[in-house]
């Protein structure tokens, strides 16, 4: 079992920043990947960036540029660092990691970018 908790939510005018943190109950280094989603209301939840153990990265286009997600090993954290953010991005943002066969989630964080 994998427990995962976000921080760092909140509300900021557009063109803000936040830092999102999901931290892992086990060592991040037995987990395959991690990654963010979000999900605006009456939205599905979509892929926001993900990251390897060997430290590949995958962005969604509409945050190319302007997100950035990154791990730190020792910490057993993950972090997604969000610059320019646009009202767009208002969504409940949930950290998830995948280890073998099982995919675990947390329990998500509200953004809400004001225009």
């Known amino acids: 079992q994998v427990l995962l908790v976000e921080s760092g939510g909140g509300l900021v005018q557009a063109g803000g920043s936040l830092r999102l943190s999901c931290a892992a109950s086990v060592s991040i280094n037995s987990i395959n990947a991690m990654g963010w989603y979000r999900q605006a209301p009456g939205k599905q939840r979509e892929l926001v960036a993900t990251?390897?153990?060997?430290?590949?990265?995958n962005y969604a286009d509409s945050v190319k540029g302007r997100f950035t997600i990154s791990r730190d090993n020792a910490k057993n954290t993950m972090f997604l660092q969000m610059n320019s953010l646009k009202p767009e991005d208002t969504a409940v943002y949930y950290c998830?990691?995948?280890?073998?066969?099982?995919?675990?989630w947390g329990q998500g964080t509200q953004v809400t970018v004001s225009s």
């Open positions: 990251i390897t153990r060997g430290g590949i990265i």
């Open positions: 998830n990691a995948q280890r073998a066969w099982d995919l675990f």
